[in-house]
């Protein structure tokens, strides 16, 4: 039964790349799709799913393949002692919390919210804390217009799975 869940997480991985890609440098700080998704893969197939896509991602990073903000790569042992590190390392809470909450959050829209939102400031204050700087205006509006983006698509998937 493990063939199912790998292969999700590795299609999670796959989509963190994609976001990776969909980048847009508005200040000094890239905004990408990433965190969001990463809230998709974790509220659509869980905790754990969300998880494992999420390492695989930073094993992808950490072994210096291109799958950075606009296709960038940091050799090892550099990118643990960058700023990309950081952003990295707040994706595996942000991950297991949208997971935990798919329960509560059911098929609503509101909790959804909710819990998208939080899970931004999550991957955004590890990131913070990693990197010891500010967050920008720019970051804070597109944690919340991927939190309303991530909120109505898991509403009408969850409300679909059912």
């Given at each position: 039964m493990l063939g199912q869940p790998l292969?999700?997480?590795?299609?999670?991985?796959?989509?963190?790349?994609?976001?990776?890609?969909?980048?847009?440098?508005?200040?000094?700080?890239?905004?990408?799709?990433?965190?969001?998704?990463?809230?998709?893969?974790?509220?659509?197939?869980?905790?754990?799913?969300?998880?494992?896509?999420?390492?695989?991602?930073?094993?992808?990073?950490?072994?210096?393949?291109?799958?950075?903000?606009?296709?960038?790569?940091?050799?090892?042992?550099?990118?643990?002692?960058?700023?990309?590190?950081?952003?990295?390392?707040?994706f595996l809470p942000a991950a297991l919390l949208t997971g935990a909450a798919r329960r509560w959050a059911g098929a609503r829209l509101g909790p959804w919210f909710a819990v998208a939102l939080a899970a931004h400031i999550v991957a955004i204050a590890v990131g913070l804390a990693w990197n010891r700087g500010g967050v920008e205006l720019t970051v804070l509006l597109g944690a919340l217009a991927k939190s309303a983006i991530a909120a109505v698509t898991l509403a009408l998937l969850r409300g679909r799975m059912r």
């Open positions: 292969l999700f997480a590795i299609l999670g991985t796959a989509a963190i790349i994609l976001g990776a890609r969909c980048a847009v440098s508005l200040g000094t700080t890239p905004s990408t799709l990433q965190t969001l998704a990463v809230v998709l893969v974790a509220g659509i197939w869980g905790p754990w799913v969300g998880a494992v896509a999420v390492l695989l991602y930073a094993a992808c990073a950490w072994a210096g393949l291109p799958v950075l903000s606009f296709g960038s790569a940091i050799p090892f042992p550099r990118f643990i002692h960058s700023a990309s590190f950081g952003w990295v390392l707040g």
